[in-house]
């Protein structure tokens, strides 16, 4: 009796620990502004593991290095403690003493140098960084502040550092998935009498699913039955890897050739299945059909316009976006020859030749790692060449789009990414999710997926993982025998899981009541007694977004 007391003692201490640890969990803080403020605002986390003790500090300790490229590095006063394998999550305030420079934030190490994030940091008011990492060891760090203007002064104010463990930033996807991906249905069974049914058997089958989820597919789906079986048995969504790009469709000047092209749409919509235009124009130079980077820019001007008139009015209504100019943010092709203004004349002629497809901006190395000053696709340049379009003149629909291929998973970073560019209050979609192949690839995989799934601002996440006889581009789903690899695993994981495929039954209880939570979607529901067809009754019915009501499906079954 002792030792079994002791026991329920032991276990009730465990309980409440766990429920305190849950309960003091640290909310994790989404919120950033683009905007430059006069003062800057409250850290985040008071500061987190930062003690903030000096408001507008000029940072003093600083070096400056290189010569054609010089940067200048600034280190914050206090020191930093780090433990292995947490998530930190980063925030600053700065300015600078003249003009406006990119700064960066760099954690350092006795063995490594961590970048953390970016900003555009102006003189005569506050811009806010945000960023992120995970500790690969435990010791002591510096915090660097890093400027590609040697000749400034830079100012911070209201730094957070906050550490959350890997089970806290677990807690905070599953939240947040609760509140932007799901939400709760009741059933309810009742006889010819409106009485309530008891102990009745609640089968849920999703018919289709609200989020966006899909790979790109090649042209071999066209020849390879057991390719569209694999693929039009999971997914909904698609874009062609290369078969719509121009440098496809016009190999020789003036001869246009649609043929695979459009079998593949075909073969799409035959399933039901939407497709993203991918791309109209590459701002890359040697990306272009052989014939045109030879051209004058007069000559390029016309074969550029009738290149958006052909294909976008060939497939006007039948796709739901276009990468209109593919990397303008790394590559300026057709504005060197034709302006700085290139860009936005095709997203304004996109916008009009097909208003239902959204144009999207479309870039690599904005998500995938925090890069340094020099990079040209960080969240900060990407917010900054928005604002460029718009002030340039072109106000029409826009999609953020992210290429997403990653090597590693520093998910803290991704988050604050993802929080960075929501300020821009434009669609967000993950256009070429994969992973290079690393040791846990298909770990990476599914962590990354499930933390930008669990982003309220992300629309829909597309995977690069066509396959092809010869192999993939970085990441393949399964061998050439259509079985599946690791990472196919991990995807049809993810689908049964978003889908509610591996769900048991539910049991009505005595007042007819079975309430689950269901990710948004499409759904058949079949009530059944179990005893016969005779005694059970189906309805479809979808899950939408509903802000805290519960939906509640009502069941009369004849007994």
């Known amino acids: 009796m002792a030792k079994l007391l002791s026991s329920w003692w032991f276990i009730s201490f465990l309980f409440i620990l766990v429920s305190r640890i849950e309960a003091h969990s640290v909310t994790y803080d989404h919120s950033f502004t683009h905007e430059c403020l006069a003062k800057p605002l409250k850290p985040q986390y008071n500061g987190g593991i930062i003690v903030n003790t000096e408001p507008n500090k000029k940072l003093d300790s600083c070096v400056i290095s290189g010569d054609a490229n010089a940067t200048k590095e600034c280190i914050f006063s206090q020191k930093l403690l780090l433990e292995n394998t947490k998530l930190y999550t980063f925030s600053a305030w700065l300015k600078v003493s003249d003009g406006n420079t990119d700064i960066g934030a760099v954690v350092k190490t006795s063995t490594y140098n961590q970048s953390v994030g970016t900003v555009f940091a102006q003189h005569g008011c506050w811009s806010m960084l945000k960023g992120g990492f995970i500790a690969n060891a435990s010791g002591p760090a510096e915090l660097l502040f890093r400027s590609i203007n040697a000749d400034v002064d830079i100012y911070t104010d209201s730094i957070s550092l906050q550490p959350f463990t890997e089970q806290e930033w677990k807690s905070h996807q599953d939240k947040s998935i609760e509140k932007v991906r799901k939400s709760r249905v009741k059933f309810q069974a009742v006889d010819q009498h409106n009485r309530p049914i008891s102990n009745a058997t609640v089968t849920i089958k999703q018919r289709r699913p609200s989020f966006p989820f899909g790979t790109a597919i090649t042209l071999h789906i066209l020849e390879n039955p057991k390719y569209r079986d694999w693929f039009f048995s999971r997914f909904r969504y698609t874009v062609f890897e290369n078969e719509m790009k121009w440098y496809a469709n016009e190999i020789e000047r003036g001869v246009e050739n649609y043929t695979i092209c459009d079998a593949m749409v075909r073969l799409a919509q035959s399933h039901g299945v939407a497709i993203r235009g991918h791309n109209v124009f590459w701002d890359h130079g040697n990306l272009q059909p052989e014939w045109v980077p030879a051209l004058s820019s007069d000559e390029l001007r016309v074969a550029a316009d009738k290149r958006i008139k052909s294909v976008m009015n ?17 590559w300026n092709f057709f504005e060197t020859k034709l302006g700085p203004n290139a860009s936005n004349v095709y997203y304004e002629m ?7 497809a959204l144009p999207f901006l479309n870039e690599y190395n904005t998500v995938e790692h925090a890069g340094d000053v020099f990079d040209k696709a960080t969240p900060s340049k990407y917010l900054q060449r928005i604002w460029q379009m718009r002030k340039m003149g072109y106000n029409g629909p826009l999609g953020i789009g992210l290429q997403a291929h990653f090597s590693t998973a520093n998910l803290p970073y991704v988050r604050s990414t993802i929080d960075q560019l929501a300020s821009a209050k434009l669609p967000i979609w993950i256009t070429e999710l994969d992973v290079k192949s690393v040791p846990n690839q298909a770990l990476y995989l599914e962590r990354i997926t499930r933390e930008l799934h669990s982003h309220s601002a992300v629309e829909g996440i597309m995977m690069w993982a066509a396959w092809k006889p010869e192999g993939c581009y970085a990441m393949c789903l399964t061998d050439n025998n259509f079985k599946n ?18 769900d048991s039954p539910g049991t009505t209880n005595s007042k007819g009541l079975f309430g689950t939570s269901l990710f ?10 179990g005893n016969g067809d005779k ?17 509640t499906i009502r069941f009369k079954i004849n007994i």
């Not at 060939?314 to 790394?330: A, P, T």
């Not at 996109?350 to 239902?356: E, I, P, Q, V």
């Not at 948004?520 to 007694?529: I, P, W």
């Open 485 to 502: 690899l690791d990472t196919g695993d991990v995807v049809d994981k993810i689908i049964s899981e978003w889908t509610h495929a591996a």
């Open 314 to 330: 060939r497939y006007k209504g039948q796709l739901i976006h276009w990468d209109v100019m593919n990397e303008n943010l790394h």
């Open 535 to 551: 005694h059970s009754c189906s309805q479809d019915f979808s899950v939408l977004p509903n802000k805290g009501s519960k939906k």
């Open 520 to 529: 948004h979607g499409d759904y058949e529901a079949t009530v059944s007694l």
């Open 350 to 356: 996109a916008n009009k030749l097909d208003g239902k």
